[in-house]
């Protein structure tokens, strides 16, 4: 791969389309969050999705290509517009950054197709969300689905501060029976034995935040006595920086270092092999890889592998998981 | 081309029948002279034109006596058809999925006029026309999902997801090869595949589970399947097995080329947008021993599986006891040459299935 191939897309995945979207409005919503609207180049609508689906934003940021997973948060029965919502995390690998200082409106981008991992339960008879900070946006569009079909539903919303609630205003305005808002710098806290006291039978709970807030209401729910298979979270792993390390692609006969800012999945890809990915956060198990070789300490982060599988030695997730050590392997 | 409707049944005097334009595209399913399950998915984003893998919902010259035999079935069983509860916005999926497809695959049988949710379909082969309004059910004669597979070949399976599983909440099950929809609602995916020997040992549904969860928008899967029918009956159910399952015991050396039928399952996946559920359309095809063997390749081939099949499959299969029967009348088409790999009878064209 060359860097003069600008609108080279990224090895197809499962032979699915890409949308080729241009930038259609860029709100700021307060000093963290961006919100940003795609419509089609080729004008027409873009394919329905389900609510709790995210797509896969393509960035070309100079010579590096950056592939970060979004929660689609516009309304899915209006499909003339996709829309995201992005954090800014100053701490984080530039993704983010890229989206809020580099994107223009007018700017032509690559998404993927529609992917769900944090799909509604349709057989509940309620459905309870608890959103913290940007984890409102898969919500946002579950929300709007429940409203077009007759679902019952109900929101528990925490954010920082009233200057950083992002949507607060549009969902107290449309459903103030349905939504109630906790501001932390204001001491509101859900009372979440209470909430889920009074739920009726056939509530399924969804929960969408910080990894400690996903925690939190999972080991209540257990503790109140509610059937896990009721409760749903969705956690937004992004690869974390660590070490560089050293990998041996043996089907590919290339020998790599990866960098400590970038995942083993993007360092295989930045050197042009074809590797299979959906979710790019440990979640959805495409990317698994078998480790033909190893000598040192793998640093699984999936949600992914089992126990045993981790333990093994032999498998890999590359969209999240590292490796320290002297040897790695890997059958790609 | 302009498509020509069989005027055949699929039962009583048994008048179905195959061109040989359906000759040369039936879905032979043998790519090697042997069989064993495998995981034997490929894209399904078209294929050579006028095979049965290049549109989204292949319509043959079967398909209006289809819909007629499927007709009957639900009239006399209704249980065929079932939906449960939180299945409705699936169904919907579906209708979209099917309508514009065939309206795009097949402008000059099938139309789709959209303003909106005001819609208006025209089935030209089945005289349907009706105007209605996208989710909302009470602007079809029947559900959606009932409604667009009474005027669609093949069996539909609409499978919900959740925990990491396949459930099999809702379906139009007709033309099924001896299980049952009304027996197997509700079940998860390991649950239905439990009567099927060997597979499960060998790792088999849990890979496959792994790929169907994995199928995303704009990324639909095929596969095929096979099993044997005598005579040409598209409903071979469990409910019904009283009816064909003694047929079986009518073969004789001389009427077995043409009532011994290869049974084809064309399966797709497709995911459906906004319910999430997964569709898992299941496309029958017939085609009698002596049209097979019509094609070498095919008749020497299919002598081989036949012969060498495990037994424990052939018995899930259901043609154990008919097996000496059928090795007598194809070992005849078999003069030992070798077969090129690939399911296509012709040897220069390029192997697609290649699994």
Known sequence: MTANAPNSTAPKTLGADKLYVRVSAISSLNALVTRFEFQRVDGVNFPPFSGGAHTVVEMMDGEKKRLNPYSLMSDPTDLRTYAISVRRDDQGRGGSLFMHRKVKVGDEMVLSYPMNLFALDLRARKHLFVAGGIGITPFLAQIKQLEATGGNWELHYSCRSPDLGSYVDELTGHYPHSTTIYYDDEKQFIDLDNLLDGQPVGTHLYVCGPKGMIDWVRNTATASGWPLAHVHHEEFLAPQPGKPFAVRLNKSGLTLEVG?????????????????????????GQCETDVLDSDGTFLHRDHWLEDDEKNSGEKIMPCVSRFEGKTLVLNR | MTLQFNNETFRDDYSFHNSQRAIDRFPFPFHEDSYMYAVNMEQHQGGPADSVYEK??????HYVAEMADRAKVLDDDPLRCQSLPHMALAGWDLLELIMVSKSEDYPDLFELHREGHKWHWINKPLGIEDHFTFMDDTTLPYAPMEYITRQTQGDFCVLDQRKDNLWMDAGMVTTQADWSLDFDIGMNFFEWHAPVP?????????????????IRQGAPARRLNWTMTVNPLLDTSPENYHKWGIQKTTLTPENIGAKQHLRVELQTFFRLPRSNALVFPIRCYLMSFQDIVTKPKWGRRLNRVVRDLPEELATYKGFIENRPMML?????FDDGLPTSFGVWPDEDITPLLQR
């Open chain 2, 56 to 61: 989204r919902f292949d319509v043959d010259e």
């Open chain 2, 328 to 332: 007598e009348y194809l070992s005849q």
């Open chain 2, 198 to 214: 060997l597979a499960h040992e060998k790792g088999i549904f849990k890979r496959a589970l792994k790929f169907l969860l994995n």
């Open chain 1, 260 to 284: 400590a800012h970038e995942s083993l999945l993007e360092a295989i890809e930045r050197l042009g092999v074809d590797a299979p990915y959906l979710c790019r956060g440990g979640a959805c």
